[in-house]
T-cell receptor, first 112, second 110 residues
């Protein structure tokens, strides 16, 4: 079974802090994704990566950056957290960008 | 920009009732996926439909892809409390990525 794990289930941070969210997948997938999920807005793509050290901006990249130094690991960085970044963050991986995406359990981030 | 609109956004029904969730767009999608997300978990794929007019069944769940590949529906027969969750449709877009609908929250009361 594919397993996607995320470093934290819940995080509470203060405005201005730097926040790291880490995602690890064990299926050797080429593609990895970071989404944020807000009520009524569905899943919005922040960034995705199609290979090590490769990344592309999604629909809402502002305020975020990513890092993919190893194939199995994809990190989302909030350089200076703001209250409007309070959300559920979901990581996913897949063989190709349009095939089945396997999701982690999510990280619920609260920025105070 | 390709968009997927789901309706209804919220649905609260009694156990045993039937329901249909719709996923509509003005754009053509190469494929359409349906996911279910339970509280505290990530979405899990239920089915993928790729051919216009395709119908797939998964126990009490029936999925249909529109003939023009612009819309899809999910029908649940005799809903059970275990069907409670968030249902998301996602389309394979012309940008090479998945586009997600905003989701339908289903509550099935015993």
């Amino acid at each position: 079974d594919v397993k996607v794990t995320q470093s934290s289930r819940y995080l509470v941070k203060r405005t201005g802090e730097k926040v790291f969210l880490e995602c690890v997948q064990d299926m050797d997938h080429e593609n990895m994704f970071w989404y944020r999920q807000d009520p009524g807005l569905g899943l919005r793509l922040i960034y995705f990566s199609y290979d090590v050290k490769m990344k592309e901006k999604g629909d809402i990249p502002e305020g975020y950056s990513v890092s993919r130094e190893k194939k199995e690991r994809f990190s989302l960085i909030l350089e200076s957290a703001s209250t409007n970044q309070t959300s559920m963050y979901l990581c996913a991986s897949s063989w190709t960008a349009q095939e089945t995406q396997y999701f982690g359990p999510g990280t619920r981030l609260l920025v105070l | 920009t390709q968009l997927l609109e789901q309706s209804p956004q919220f649905l609260s029904i009694q156990e045993g009732e039937n329901l249909t969730v719709y996923c509509n767009s003005s754009s053509v999608f190469s494929s359409l996926q349906w996911y279910r997300q339970e509280p505290g978990e990530g979405p899990v794929l239920l089915v993928t439909v790729v051919t216009g007019g395709e119908v797939k069944k998964l126990k009490r769940l029936t999925f249909q892809f529109g003939d023009a590949r612009k819309d899809s529906s999910l029908h649940i027969t005799a809903a059970q409390p275990g069907d409670t969750g968030l249902y998301l449709c996602a389309g394979g877009s012309n940008t090479g990525k998945l586009i997600f609908g905003q989701g339908t929250t289903l509550q099935v009361k015993p």
